[in-house]
């Protein structure tokens, strides 16, 4: 499947997205037991340390103090979380930022309205030591990705295209993830890789050094937040802020107690904890954790805000490759929750962590 085709899939979906959604709700908050419910869909097949946070943030209680009850649902792919949101299935979703950017010219109507991955979170690396120096010398080669119409696929076909080579000019070999990613590279049924950061982190702990290939059209881009509906920008807004800032307050705990975070993943998620010792699971995990909690933003307190020059940055990209037409930043986020978001005492959550086991 070509870039083109998988925009086009996309783009295709988010125009039947009114006939979605109709059978698990209208996106509007049931107060339940004192508390507004929420439906939340978020982008990832299953749950690994690089989401901890969001296992913190429910299993610390942060939730109901902001007075909600939130229902978090896994989509394999942020093009299914945002059509959950777009379509009504969900009042908000977690997903990277092409799905909401190419469904703008269908009228999508989806808004970021704070971040989660500051950077842009894909990448493109080969083995140490490999002959591989450059995009251009991946003709002829084969690129590991979890699935050929992975948004980590769509990414290695857009840099080789950027670089003046066919699409086709390599070939895309899914690998699946976790055990199948790490014994592919070692096996060498693979020459290079095509996934993002905290896979590549998992394939680090398993003991293969990686070297990424520079992708400079990506370099300093956004990676994707919470999105909703334009709609829900104004209608939920003290919701949206709400959960915004219990959010922070996880990435906040998360920070000071980065243990304490994964035993809370574990706790809620008792299949990520694997077969490793303790002792190794949790240093593992600290590691693709940590990979989360880099470049959020807790020094100034702006955990969420959504940088316009990065945002800029991946939509550049993205129109470079032909999947969007230019338009305006500000038509698919919004920077107006951030401050409400880190209304909190960071200290106080702090020192709640420290003293968490």
């Not at 699971?281 to 940590?290: N, Y």
Request: net charge neutral; aromatic share 8%; hydrophobic share 45%.
């Amino acid at each position: 499947m070509k870039t083109r085709g998988v925009a086009a899939a996309v783009l295709c979906v988010a125009v039947m997205l009114s006939a979605c959604g109709s059978g698990s709700g209208s996106g509007d908050s049931a107060e339940s037991g004192g508390l507004t419910s929420v439906k939340f869909a978020m982008a990832s097949p299953s749950w690994n340390a690089g989401f901890a946070v969001m296992a913190v943030v429910e299993a610390e209680g942060f939730y109901e103090e902001e007075g909600l009850k939130v229902t978090t649902n896994l989509f394999p792919s942020a093009t299914q979380a945002a059509q959950q949101v777009a379509g009504g299935g969900a009042d908000l979703g977690l997903m990277t930022v092409e799905p909401v950017a190419i469904g703008h010219d269908k009228d999508l109507n989806l808004a970021y309205f704070s971040s989660y991955w500051p950077k842009w979170i894909y990448s493109l690396q080969v083995p140490d030591g490999s002959a591989v120096k450059s995009i251009a010398d991946l003709k002829g080669k084969k690129i590991g990705v979890t699935a050929v119409a992975s948004s980590g696929a769509t990414f290695a076909r857009t840099a080789m295209k950027l670089n003046g080579m066919s699409e086709n000019d390599a070939t895309l070999v899914p690998i699946g993830a976790g055990a199948q990613q790490i014994n592919a590279i070692k096996s060498g049924q693979v020459d290079a890789l095509a996934l993002w950061d905290i896979q590549y982190q998992a394939v680090k702990n398993a003991g293969v050094t990686l070297t990424p290939l520079p992708v400079k059209e990506t370099a300093d881009a956004w990676g994707g937040g919470f999105a909703t509906t334009r709609k829900n920008l104004d209608a939920k807004k003290d919701v949206l802020e709400r959960f915004g800032r219990a959010v922070a307050k996880a990435f906040v705990f998360a920070k000071a107690n980065p243990e304490a975070a994964i035993r809370d993943l574990w706790k809620l998620h008792p299949e990520t904890r694997g077969s490793d010792p303790e002792e190794k699971a949790l240093a593992d995990g600290i590691k693709v954790l940590q990979v989360r909690l880099d470049g959020q933003g807790f020094d100034d307190k702006a955990l969420g805000r959504i940088d316009e020059a990065a945002f800029t940055r991946s939509l550049d990209f993205m129109a470079s490759a032909g999947l969007i037409k230019k338009f305006p930043p500000k038509d698919v986020y919004t920077d107006q929750m951030f401050e409400a978001v880190n209304n909190f005492s960071y200290d106080d959550v702090t020192k709640r962590a420290e003293s968490a086991r």
